[in-house]
């Protein structure tokens, strides 16, 4: 399979939420959160201790947010490449959209693909890790 077809195939997993009650669906993106931008994390609203995951160099954080409102983070992912696969440290969907109430279908799926494109990219074969 070529990286085009790569990443059409993880295009069809990513790039979009659905509302759980309406059906609607949103655009997405994922966006690499750097030290400057820890001011946008609430720690109240997130189970794991994110500021601390992106103040570790050998590791890089993103999130998932909605093209038309990016000011509002549907989940996180915090991954590190370790030469031959990506290993994912943390993935964690917003307050609001975990268990039977979510809003938002899809957040998790979202994160997951996107670590596996990060893999592709990086020439891993889209070969990930992670300790449940």
């Known amino acids: 399979m070529s990286k085009k077809e790569i990443d059409i195939e993880i295009d069809r997993l990513t790039n979009s939420i659905e509302n759980s009650v309406t059906g609607e669906v949103f655009d997405t993106k994922v966006v690499r959160l750097g030290k400057t931008d820890k001011k946008e994390i609430k720690p109240a609203e997130w189970?794991?201790?994110?500021?601390?995951?992106?103040?570790?160099?050998?590791?890089?954080?993103?999130?998932?947010?909605?093209?038309?409102?990016?000011?509002?983070?549907?989940?996180?992912?915090?991954?590190?490449?370790?030469?031959?696969?990506?290993?994912?440290?943390?993935?964690?969907?917003?307050?609001?959209n975990k268990g039977t109430n979510k809003i938002y279908f899809g957040v998790a799926g979202n994160l997951f693909a996107f670590a596996c494109k990060v893999s592709f990219e990086k020439g891993n074969e889209g070969y990930v890790a992670f300790d449940s």
Do not use: Q
């Not at 999130?63 to 509002?72: E, M, S």
């Open 47 to 96: 189970l794991f201790e994110w500021e601390e995951e992106i103040s570790l160099s050998d590791r890089e954080v993103y999130k998932l947010v909605t093209v038309n409102n990016p000011k509002i983070i549907h989940g996180m992912l915090c991954l590190e490449d370790k030469s031959d696969h990506i290993f994912i440290h943390l993935v964690e969907s917003a307050n609001f």
